[in-house]
C-alpha cells in the first residue's frame, strides 16, 4: 500500500472585473503531461472574450478537473498538479495488479496509474472521459464502423450467423423473383431516426417527391439506393412525406458566453436609460474622396483606410466640443451622479462568431488619424479572431456600431451599458440629392444617435449629431473644430 498524494488545484480565476463564470474551450494539456509555470494549459471564454490561462505550478498534470465544453463557477478547480513537492507524481492506493493490468489494456487509467507516468512504466496518453488518445494532430476519436466493430479493427463481411437480417429459410429451387416497381413496405434500418440511405439518394428522393419510408432497400445492409427510388417513382409510390419530428423542424441553441452578456447588458440598459434615437441623412460624397485621398498618403502605408475612419474621427471632435455626451449615470449612497469623463475609450461594435462584442480603443482622443486607422484594424481584428482581452472590452465610454457594413440604412442602437451615446453608421450609396441647387447623385448616409435621456437632452443629442453630419459633409470642419 502507498500513501496518496495530494496534487494542488488550480481553481478558474477571475481574470476580468466582475466575472462569476467561464467556459472551457480547449485544454492544451493532458493528465501526464509536464507543465511549467506561465505555461497555457487552457483556453476559458468568459462573457467578453476568449482568454488564455496560464499554469501558477511547476509539475506534472495529475487530472483535468472539468471538460471541454463545461461553464463553471471562479473559484471552482479545474485542474491537478502534482508539483516537485509531492514528487512530481500523484501516487494513489495501488489496486490488485490483475485488474489493473485489464484496465490498462482497455484503454482505461486504473487507481494506480490515473492519468499519470511512473518511474517503472513507459510513459503514455492516458483516455479521458469523452475524448481518445491523441495520435499526431488528430483530435477526434474515429467512429466506429457501421457494423458495429472497433475502429481498429477492418469491417469484414459477417458471417452467416452474424448477418444483419436472417436468412431466408430454406425452400425448393425457384425461378428468380423479379422485384416490382414499388417495393412493399417493411420494417427498415434506421439511422438517426431516418431510413438508411446516403445523403445524395436522399436529396435525390426529396426531388422526385418519393417518401424513403415507404420504400425496401435493396442495398449493404438493407440501406436504400438511387435504384430503389427510381423504381419507387416509376411504380407511383409518391406518398405524403411524413410529418417532421420536433427536434427536426426546430434547433436549441444554449445561451452563454458573449450571446448570455449581451443579452443581459442589453435588456439591463434598454430598460434602465430611457432611449431616444434621432436620424439624420448626410452627402458623404466629401468624405468618400477624403478616403481615396488618405488611401495615397505614405503615412497610410499598410493600413486600412475606410469612411469609418473618418466617422470616428468626426465623432472624437463632437464630443470634445461637447463632453457631457461622453458620460456616465450613476446611483450612489449620496444620491444620482452625472460623471463627465474627459477621456475618450471610443467602442467598435464588432459581429463575430461568438456574438457582438465591442472593443475599445482607449484615450483615442489623443491618437492623431494614422494611429487611430491602425487601432481601429488591429483591435477589430483581435476581436473577430477571438484575441480580445477583458481590459479591451472594458471601460467603454462611448460606441459606434458600423451597420452600413451589412447593407443596412440605420437602425435604433441600444445603449452599452454605463454609456450615454452610441451612434449608427449606415451604408452609404448612390442617392438623388440636391447638390448647390441642383438635383445629382451623390454618395449618401443615414446616422442614427441613440442616447440616455436622463443625460443627454434633445437639444445636446441634435447639435452632436448634426456636428458629425457637417464634418461628414465637408472633412476640412474637422481641422477647424479640432
Not at 494506480?112 to 477526434?140: F, H, I, N
Request: aromatic letters at 2%; a negative charge; proline letters at 11%.
Amino acid at each position: 500500500m502507498v500513501t496518496p498524494v495530494s496534487p494542488k488545484l488550480f481553481k478558474l480565476p477571475d481574470v476580468g472585473e466582475g466575472l462569476t463564470e467561464a467556459e472551457i474551450v480547449k485544454w492544451h494539456v493532458q493528465p501526464g503531461d509536464t507543465v511549467e509555470v506561465n505555461q497555457t494549459i487552457v483556453e476559458i471564454e468568459t462573457a467578453k472574450a476568449i482568454v488564455e490561462l496560464p499554469c501558477p505550478f511547476e509539475g506534472v498534470v495529475a487530472e483535468l478537473l472539468v471538460t471541454e465544453g463545461q461553464t463553471v463557477d471562479v473559484g471552482v478547480p479545474i485542474i491537478a498538479v502534482s508539483t516537485e513537492a509531492d514528487g512530481g507524481v500523484a501516487t494513489p492506493v495501488s489496486e490488485p495488479p490483475a485488474q489493473a493490468a485489464a484496465m490498462r489494456e482497455e484503454g482505461v487509467p486504473s487507481a494506480a496509474e490515473p492519468g499519470m507516468t511512473s518511474p517503472d512504466q513507459p510513459k503514455r496518453q492516458p483516455v479521458l472521459v469523452g475524448y481518445g488518445v491523441k495520435e499526431g494532430t488528430t483530435k477526434r476519436r474515429p467512429r466506429k464502423a457501421s457494423n458495429g466493430a472497433p475502429p481498429s479493427v477492418p469491417a469484414q463481411a459477417p458471417a452467416p450467423a452474424q448477418a444483419s437480417a436472417p436468412p431466408a429459410p430454406p425452400a425448393p429451387p425457384a425461378p428468380p423473383v423479379v422485384r416490382p416497381p414499388a417495393p412493399a413496405v417493411r420494417p427498415q434500418p434506421v439511422e438517426n431516426g431516418l431510413p438508411l440511405a446516403k445523403p445524395p439518394v436522399r436529396k435525390m428522393a426529396k426531388d422526385l417527391g418519393v417518401d424513403l419510408t415507404a420504400i425496401a432497400g435493396s442495398g449493404p445492409q438493407g440501406s436504400i439506393t438511387r435504384d430503389d427510388v427510381l423504381a419507387a417513382r416509376s411504380g407511383g409510390v409518391e406518398a405524403p412525406a411524413a410529418p417532421r419530428t420536433a427536434a427536426e423542424r426546430e434547433e436549441r441553441i444554449a445561451v452563454k458566453g458573449v450571446r448570455k452578456a449581451t443579452a443581459t447588458a442589453m435588456s439591463g440598459s434598454a430598460f434602465t436609460a430611457p432611449h431616444v434615437t434621432e436620424f439624420l441623412q448626410v452627402d458623404v460624397t466629401r468624405t468618400m474622396d477624403a478616403v481615396k485621398r488618405l488611401r495615397d498618403l505614405p503615412d497610410f502605408a499598410g493600413v486600412k483606410v475606410s469612411p469609418l475612419l473618418l466617422v470616428a474621427r468626426a465623432l472624437l471632435t463632437a464630443v470634445a466640443r461637447h463632453p457631457m455626451v461622453n458620460s456616465t449615470w450613476t446611483d450612489g449612497p449620496s444620491g444620482a451622479e452625472i460623471v463627465m469623463k474627459r477621456y475618450v475609450n471610443l467602442g467598435i461594435a464588432a459581429a463575430t462568431d461568438r456574438g457582438l462584442i465591442v472593443p475599445k480603443i482607449k484615450d483615442a482622443q489623443d491618437l492623431s488619424l494614422p494611429d487611430l486607422a491602425r487601432a481601429l484594424t488591429e483591435l477589430t481584428d483581435k476581436a473577430r479572431a477571438g484575441k480580445a482581452s477583458p481590459a479591451d472590452l472594458s471601460d467603454g465610454t462611448i460606441t459606434i456600431t458600423n451597420v452600413g457594413v451589412f447593407g443596412v440604412d440605420t437602425g435604433t442602437p441600444i445603449l452599452t451599458p454605463g454609456e450615454a451615446a452610441i451612434l449608427a453608421f449606415g451604408q452609404i450609396r448612390d442617392m438623388p440629392w440636391v447638390h448647390e441647387g441642383e438635383l445629382a447623385v451623390r454618395k449618401v448616409t443615414t446616422l442614427a444617435l441613440s442616447f440616455d435621456h436622463r443625460i443627454v437632452d434633445g437639444e445636446l443629442g441634435s447639435r452632436v449629431l448634426r456636428d458629425v453630419g457637417d464634418m461628414l459633409e465637408d472633412p476640412l470642419r474637422m481641422l477647424a473644430w479640432s
